[in-house]
């Protein structure tokens, strides 16, 4: 199933995880309303995920294909700031 990714920032992860390895986490937020969320506006259960395909779809999100590898646990959650294209540190 594929999954829509349209905020910017996560938008920029993907394209990061593209560019190196693959690799991308991918965790839930609580409210999809949330426009900044941060630590606690996501749920603590993840997955380590390898993409697979990255597309653009209709309206500006892009379609990501990922393969599970892993379930993680988030223990703590490291705030990106705009200016650096959103990758996290």
Do not use: F, N, Y
């Not at 999954?3 to 910017?8: E, K, Q």
């Not at 394209?15 to 606690?40: I, K, N, S």
Request: charged content about 25%; overall charge positive.
């Amino acid at each position: 199933m594929p999954l829509l990714v349209g905020r910017d920032a996560s938008r920029a992860a993907v394209h990061a995880a593209r560019a190196a390895d693959g690799l991308l986490l991918l965790v839930a937020q609580r409210d999809p309303d949330t426009e900044a969320p941060v630590g606690r506006d996501l749920h603590r259960t993840g997955v380590l995920a390898r993409l697979v395909d990255v597309s653009p779809a209709p309206g500006g999100p892009v379609r990501i294909l990922a393969d599970a590898i892993q379930r993680v646990t988030l223990r703590r959650v490291a705030t990106t700031r705009a200016d650096d294209g959103g990758t996290p540190h």
